[in-house]
């Protein structure tokens, strides 16, 4: 009964699946996912490939985009092989990706490639959002002020990407000569070009959301999700001169200046009053003196009635 039991065992050992084939299966996949991303956003006029590769439950979906700052094809097509490279030879992550010269996502499972809703984003798109921030932290007196102009400047680069076909790619500055000695800020956003529009503007409003108040102090960072990317830092990050410049606004008008604005009110109500007041007392006068000719007219005909021939 024992050997039964052991050969029973051991058949089942021969048989069941093994999870490191599996793994070298999947990972075979990712290989070849990356060599066709690399070949495919090369030469493709806007340097960006989808591929699938395989089958359940090994199925791989990739794509891959080089930024917009990146003009030499052979340059892209290299930037993904090398990416690549640097993967687990035999025994792949389920999931991986890149944000640097350019954006490479893979998974397995979810369909990344799935097409995106405005609400929503794509499927990959509800995961958390790939991070990297600058050490250093605002720290000028008027750090406010940087903060919102960093942020006008990243809406703004991004509504500009949404409609820049056929790379829906934008890149600006953010002069801030107005903010004391702060360096200039550099932006550059980027959609996946198969995007429409919309669903740009939706993926990077709902990234741009997603930074909270002690990300935004940063001097620098960038986020990505499987279809959009932003980063900012305060240098220059692309040879190319930025599509999108914007000054600084002033700041707003000293405390002082909008009280002495205001003090000018009290001299409409001054004016009204002591106009008021002479129309007054003239009418007093007239009103006076129309009284004392009524009497006197009144006192010359009571003399007339009684002493009447004297005025024959």
Known sequence: CM???????????????????????????????????SRNASSSPVQFATATIGQAPDVVYALALCLGDVLDSSACGACIADWFA????????????????????????????????????????????????????????????????????????????????????????????????????????QCTPDLSADDCSACLRRLLSMVNSTMALRMGGRMGVTRCFFRYEAFPLYGARPMLSLPSSPPGPAPTTRTKRRSMLWVIPVAVVSFVTAAAFLFFICYRRRLKRIETCSQFGVAREKFGFLFV
């Open 3 to 37: 050997a039964t039991t052991g050969v029973v065992i051991l058949l089942l050992l021969l048989l069941a699946p093994t999870p490191y084939l599996a793994a070298a299966d999947f990972c075979d996949n990712v290989k070849a996912a990356g060599a066709a991303l």
């Open 86 to 189: 640097t993967v687990n030879q035999t025994q792949c992550d389920k999931a991986g990706f890149s944000y640097r010269d350019c954006i490479v996502v893979y998974g397995a499972g979810a369909d990344i490639l799935a097409a995106p809703s405005n609400a929503t984003g794509a499927s990959g798109d509800n995961t958390p959002p790939f991070q990297d921030w600058n050490i250093r932290n605002v720290t000028a007196d008027d750090a406010p002020r940087i903060v919102n102009l960093t942020f006008e400047l990243l809406a703004k680069t991004a509504a500009m990407a949404a409609t820049a076909t056929p790379k829906l790619y934008a890149t600006g500055v953010m002069d801030m000569k107005t903010v004391g000695t702060y360096p200039n800020v550099y932006s550059q956003v």
